[in-house]
């Protein structure tokens, strides 16, 4: 028997991989990320246990590039899904199928998303595999065709907003309704509600920003404090006149002795 090729050995690996990276997906989403060990996930491959150690250095490497691999997978059957967007719309079409794939993915695997997303937050950081380099390249022409003039920075930006995205829609307590945030991000990008695949509830009015900030109504200047009334001085006491008698006042005339008066010599022949 004659040994195989290289190329046959690299087809045979790249299954291997394939096989536990399909089947870390299958078991994290049914049983979470703490109850799937490396032994599940290597019994449902059909491989040995040692061989996910080859491909992978740990558990939290292997889910992040399974999921990458489902995004990926997912992105690339949105584009070419029948009719294949193509004419003067066809940037706009994939932008808007690319935005659609991602959210539903949030909405058909919760489970498995949302621990993807917590993984990525945690201390190994976002991990640069093979799958997400397929996936970072897919979503960058995406956003070529659509016609930005700076494709490296879109590129980020919109990979950054479907991440946001993806975390508002599987928020414990407090989602966000997925057709709303698909609402914001067409209005950003202007995109078409009936692009892409149009959720059944249909369109969703874009978030309002904060209330515009009213002026202050004016101050007005505190009533004008009046000086009070002039306190004018009594009327002057005018001096009660004098009442003149209207009878005319007499004048007394000094009483008169009758007696007649005597003279010296009578007075002395009296004595």
Known sequence: ??????????????????????????????????????????????????????????????????VHRLMHHSLQAALDREPVPAGEGAGRERLARAIDAILGLAQERPLLMRTHMAGILTAEGFIQCPEQQRLAFLLRDTVERYGTEDADTDYRLLRALLMGSVVAVLLPGAPMPAARLRAELFQRYGLDWELGTPPSEGPEPPLEGPPPLQEPPPVLDPPQVLDPPQVLDPPAVQETSSVQDSSPVQETLPVQDSTPVLGREGAAAEG
Do not use: H, W
């Not at 394939?18 to 089947?23: D, I, T, V």
């Open 1 to 66: 028997m004659s040994p195989r090729s290289p190329s046959v050995n690299e087809e045979l690996r790249r299954r291997s991989r394939e096989r536990l990276l399909q089947a870390t997906v299958e078991l994290v989403d049914e049983r979470g990320y703490e109850a799937t060990t490396l032994g599940d996930i290597a019994c449902r491959a059909g491989s040995a246990r040692g061989l996910i150690s080859y491909y992978f250095p740990g558990k939290r490497q292997l889910l992040q590039s399974a």
